[in-house]
């Protein structure tokens, strides 16, 4: 079994109909595929971690590399587990933005970074760390 994090930008005017109906159409093929993870969707970005069998996540992320729907998609991490992190979520799903306006009690420092790509960049287990904090609290 592989995680693997990565971050991309969406597509200039990409609606919020079209990322609902992306989340939507992934927890049906996730579940069908035996993928479990978490797509979180902030100012334009996603980050998203797939968990699942090797050759399942390797297949889906070379699709997700040549989906119109967003650019610039950027591996941040790919490494074996032994257990999944995300087992009950075929593709938990939260836009940042809207927690901002409905829960900004939740936001800190962590959160307000507006996906600041360079930092995770840098330090891929930042992402891990950060979608492991972000299921806990929500």
């Avoid at 993928?35 to 902030?42: K, S």
Wanted: hydrophobic share 35%.
């Amino acid at each position: 079994m592989i995680c693997v994090v990565y971050i991309s930008s969406a597509k200039l005017g990409l609606t919020h109909s079209e990322i609902i109906n992306i989340v939507e159409d992934s927890r049906i093929n996730n579940e069908k595929n035996g993928l479990t993870g978490v797509m979180l969707f902030n100012s334009g970005n996603f980050m998203q971690l797939l968990e699942g069998e090797d050759s399942t996540v390797d297949a889906l992320y070379k699709k997700i590399e040549k989906d119109r729907r967003h650019t610039e998609v950027k591996l941040l991490l790919r490494e074996p587990i032994t257990h999944r992190n995300f087992s009950n979520w075929t593709m938990g799903f939260k836009n940042i933005e809207k927690l901002k306006e409905t829960k900004p009690e939740l936001l800190n420092s962590f959160l307000t970074d507006d996906f600041n790509f360079s930092v995770y960049q840098k330090n891929p287990y930042r992402a891990l760390e950060f979608l492991e904090t972000f299921k806990r609290i929500i």
